[in-house]
């Protein structure tokens, strides 16, 4: 029976790094496996994505209830089980002379991407440290002022003829992504399930705050912007010098979606003055190249977008540990938390906030936290 390693140990031989050393690098969330190889000198990283792994992602015209029936990754449009997302984005953004890393081979088939190592510079590591947070931080920015410049593609495409639909970040994904706070946060923090009228409550209270942010000249959202996701490339030029990893899941959404991904990291605290200096700073970016930039609009986005990320992100860091045994997530619990309620303090975000001190009181925010503790 061909095994996995087989089928890896084949793709390099046929790619011409056969010999080369392998080395296992730490995972993300997803079921996707990453290994460092080493070569006469040269380095590249085995991207390994078992096709079966996960369920299938979103066809391009499949209707909310056919997305529902498929699962998760179809409703949130996340790339799933495909490595073929990651492949054709890597591609449009080097067209626009980013530094996405280079496609050395591929195996779509399998479930193989053999990718330029962009090293292990990244920005998280580089400031735990010592290096100073704020020019960093300035040149993500940048990096998204460019990108959000250029009109997101119609189409994804690889070199093997493969062609599809962009699809939107849309209010479904969005919805089913809050949702995951009922599904795992509340019954591991309250101890039982969130009754149906909590549940409706909830959900409507989401689309309302969700369509009053939605408005604004869609960009290309990355979807996982920032400091574990971008490397310091000091012999690069401008914007190549900062690499971007983990864009597969990437969708065509709102301008705010990578900028608050990046100044409320779940991983790392970031400061409320810094997060605030990057928003200016990308303000006066796009108001200088758009007069018409609405600086109003982009807030109440970038408020709402923040909750929403972070609403998901607590459902999601409790579902890594309840499902998937890994007990280091609800250990962000705590910072999640003190984004969100930042993020609530909108105006507009004034009805999920008494929806949230009501239903999930704050001596029980944390609570998930101590339990793995």
Same mark, same amino acid.
């Given at each position: 029976m061909t095994t996995r390693d087989d089928l890896?140990? +084949? $793709?390099?031989? &046929?790619?011409?790094?056969? @010999?080369?050393? %392998?080395? /296992?690098?730490?995972?993300d969330a997803s079921s996707r496996r990453y290994e460092r190889l080493s070569l006469n000198e040269q380095s590249a990283i085995l991207m390994d994505q078992p096709p079966g792994a996960e369920t299938a992602a979103c066809p391009p015209e499949a209707s909310p209830a056919e997305r529902r029936q498929l699962g998760y990754n179809a409703v949130a449009r996340l790339a799933g089980p495909d490595v073929r997302p990651f492949a054709a984005l890597a591609r449009h953004l080097r067209a626009l002379g980013l530094a996405a890393p280079e496609i050395l081979a591929a195996d779509y088939a399998n479930g193989f991407l053999l990718i330029e190592d962009l090293t292990d510079n990244l920005f998280a590591r580089m400031i735990e440290a010592g290096s100073a947070e704020g020019p960093l931080y300035e040149r993500a920015i940048d990096v998204l002022i460019a990108l959000h410049e250029t009109p997101p593609p119609t189409a994804l495409s690889t070199e093997d003829g493969w062609r599809q639909t962009f699809l939107s970040y849309d209010e479904e994904a969005l919805l089913i992504e809050t949702e995951l706070l009922l599904d795992w946060f509340v019954p591991a923090a309250l101890g039982s399930p969130a009754s149906p009228t909590m549940r409706d409550e909830f959900m409507g209270l989401w689309r309302e705050a969700l369509r009053s942010a939605a408005g604004g000249a869609p960009v290309l959202v990355l979807r996982d912007y920032h400091a574990e996701n971008l490397i310091w490339r000091p012999e690069g030029q401008g914007l190549q010098r900062i690499?971007?990893?983990? $864009?597969?899941? *990437?969708?065509? =959404?709102?301008?705010?979606?990578?900028?608050?991904?990046?100044?409320? !990291? @779940?991983? #790392?605290?970031?400061?409320? @003055?810094? =997060?605030?200096?990057?928003?200016?700073?990308?303000?006066? =970016? #796009?108001? +200088? %190249?758009?007069? *018409? $930039?609405?600086? !109003?609009? $982009? #807030?109440? +986005?970038? &408020?709402?977008? +923040?909750?929403?990320?972070?609403? /998901?992100?607590? *459902?999601i860091f409790t579902r890594l540990w309840k499902r998937d045994g890994k007990k280091r997530y609800p250990s962000y619990h705590p910072r999640l938390w003190r984004y969100l309620e930042r993020d609530l303090a909108h105006p507009a975000l004034k009805p999920l906030q008494m929806w949230l001190d009501r239903h999930i009181p704050a001596e029980s %925010?944390? #609570?998930?936290?101590?339990?793995?503790e």
């Open positions: 890896a140990r +084949a $793709f390099l031989d &046929a790619a011409g790094w056969g @010999a080369a050393e %392998r080395h /296992k690098l730490a995972g690499g971007l990893l983990d $864009f597969q899941d *990437g969708l065509i =959404g709102s301008p705010a979606y990578d900028l608050v991904s990046l100044t409320e !990291d @779940a991983r #790392r605290d970031v400061d409320p @003055a810094l =997060g605030e200096a990057m928003l200016v700073r990308y303000i006066a =970016g #796009r108001q +200088a %190249r758009d007069r *018409g $930039f609405d600086a !109003d609009a $982009f #807030r109440l +986005a970038a &408020a709402v977008l +923040a909750a929403q990320r972070n609403t /998901k992100i607590l *459902g %925010r944390n #609570r998930v936290a101590a339990l793995v």
